[in-house]
């Protein structure tokens, strides 16, 4: 293996590597040695997993033995002894055969690490280091060292050669933002569906007020450094634009002034009505916040970029997560809005504040179903649509707010998905969620129906759409099938079965 090729290959994926992770995945020495001289700590071995088996093909192949032959899988985390953060992951595979009865003692024992014992032992050996590489860390991995599931994860396979056999296959893992030379904020936060806004008549003397759900996914995960100027990573050019107007808003409102560098990890398309804009806006503020050192709060944040000028749901969602209602806005001549408009035109005005918070069921699943059909209204477009339906019959708020209040909040609280799912059934014909529908393809009635007469308690859609989402127990692959199968006739379209995120943003500093 050509080293320098695998660092090239993995920069070009995720950015620059430090000296030190390029020692870690290039050294042909100990790798434990090389832990403590960074750390200054030393390290201990945690293990996970101490088996005897039989040899599979691979593992036969990588080890140079018979399929079927004992061998000790090892699985351990190579932690620093004093403060226990995880600096490392490592799978181990070594043929008993080729062991020492004192080898074996030492390696069965399961918290001495390799380097040590071969150290201990006398034993001349060179390591054969067979690849670098990196991907994403995944469900399984990503636990073990407190990051996301998509935040980057530098690897190396390489074998112990001992008179000129293998006596141990490993890989080794770690996460990319760890021995960066650079300081550096991961930020992960999910999605929110928009159950519909409550008050857009404005009799009262206020406006707006929202109904949402914080999701799990899809999800938003970027990662960001300082820089001389402002650089964007990872996304379309669409997305780009976007992350660039908020870092030079942000970035000249707390009066930085250098740039930033935002490498997004993971992210999903805009305009469909999940909330990608917020998410996006306010992840990106809250990390150059962090580099920069200065302490706003989620909805100083909120208002710095431009959001939530209108529902308090993405912020909050940010936030705190659950299941939202926002009080909206106070409204007329002497208030924070003279007019109904949208966030996007509604600048200066600060989100709403939350008045009913509550975690969602967990058990309870949520089931999207995005059409290919083009993206829901925004911008100039959504405000025209403010200005011809608004104010909406008053009849129709206080049916709303009826519903909200003594079947769907209920229906949460008691745990009752009949009463919750048939309060967002009935929603979708009231106020502006009725005009938001008017203005839909009549397939999107369909897909709905099609949704609920597979099992779902209840459907709607999320802000303008396309997004539509169905709340589910059981039967889930039953309603996902439905929405895909009549998307697949129709225009086609994707999926995902996802839950609610009953905790805010996940802010880590690197």
């Known amino acids: 293996m050509d080293i320098k090729e695998s660092f090239s290959a993995i920069e070009r994926a995720v950015g620059h590597l430090s000296p030190v992770q390029k020692f870690l995945l290039g050294t042909d020495g100990s790798v434990t040695h090389l832990l403590e001289a960074v750390t200054g700590h030393p390290v201990a071995v945690s293990t996970l997993v101490q088996n005897v088996v039989a040899a599979d093909a691979a593992a036969a192949e990588r080890l140079g033995i018979r399929a079927g032959e004992l061998i000790n899988h090892r699985v351990v985390e190579l932690k620093n002894a004093d403060t226990g953060d995880v600096l490392m992951y490592a799978v181990s595979d070594t043929p008993l055969s080729r062991l020492s009865p004192e080898f074996k003692d030492d390696l069965m024992r399961a918290d001495i690490p390799i380097g040590k014992i071969i150290s201990r032992h006398r034993i001349e050996a060179r390591r054969e280091i067979l690849s670098a590489r990196v991907a994403p860390a995944g469900d399984t991995t990503a636990p073990l060292f407190s990051i996301a599931r998509d935040e980057p994860l530098l690897s190396r396979d390489y074998r112990i050669i001992h008179k000129g056999e293998p006596l141990i296959y490993i890989t080794e893992q770690f996460p990319y933002n760890r021995f960066l030379d650079e300081r550096r904020v991961v930020v992960e936060t999910g999605s929110r569906i928009h159950l519909g806004l409550i008050d857009l008549h404005g009799g009262s003397g206020r406006v707006d007020g929202g109904i949402g759900i914080a999701l799990a996914d899809p999800r938003v995960l970027l990662e960001a450094r300082q820089s001389a100027e402002i650089q964007v990573n990872g996304c379309d050019s669409q997305t780009a634009r976007l992350v660039e107007g908020i870092a030079k808003s942000t970035l000249a409102g707390i009066r930085a002034g250098a740039g930033i560098s935002v490498t997004l990890r993971s992210s999903y398309q805009s305009h469909a009505g999940l909330g990608s804009g917020s998410q996006l806006a306010i992840a990106t503020a809250k990390a150059i916040c962090e580099l920069y050192g200065r302490s706003l709060k989620v909805p100083e944040l909120a208002k710095l970029t431009g959001r939530g000028g209108t529902s308090g749901i993405g912020t909050a969602a940010f936030e ?111 106020g502006f969620k009725k005009v938001e529908h008017s203005l839909q393809p ?13 099992g779902a308690a209840g459907a709607g859609m999320s802000s303008f759409g396309p997004t539509l989402f169905a709340f589910c127990d059981t039967g889930v692959a039953g309603v996902e099938s439905a929405a895909r199968s009549f998307m697949d006739g129709w225009c086609g379209g994707t999926t995902l079965v996802t839950s609610a995120k009953n905790s805010g943003a996940a802010v880590r500093v690197a």
């Open 442 to 454: 009549p397939e999107m009635q369909q897909l709905l129906n099609a949704m609920r007469s597979a």
């Open 320 to 430: 705190n997560g659950g299941f939202i209602i926002d009080g909206g806005h106070r409204f007329g001549p002497k208030g924070e809005k003279t007019q109904f408009a949208p966030s996007s035109a509604s600048k200066g005005v600060r989100p709403a504040a939350v008045t009913v918070r509550h975690d969602f069921p967990a058990d309870w699943k949520i089931v999207l179903a995005i059409p290919e059909i083009p993206e829901g209204a925004s911008g100039g477009r959504e405000a025209d649509i403010f200005k011809k339906h608004c104010p909406v019959p008053l009849d129709e708020v206080r049916a709303l707010c009826h519903e909200v209040l003594v079947r769907m909040l209920p229906g949460i609280v008691e745990r009752d998905l009949d009463l919750f799912g048939s309060s967002v059934n009935a929603i979708q014909g009231l």
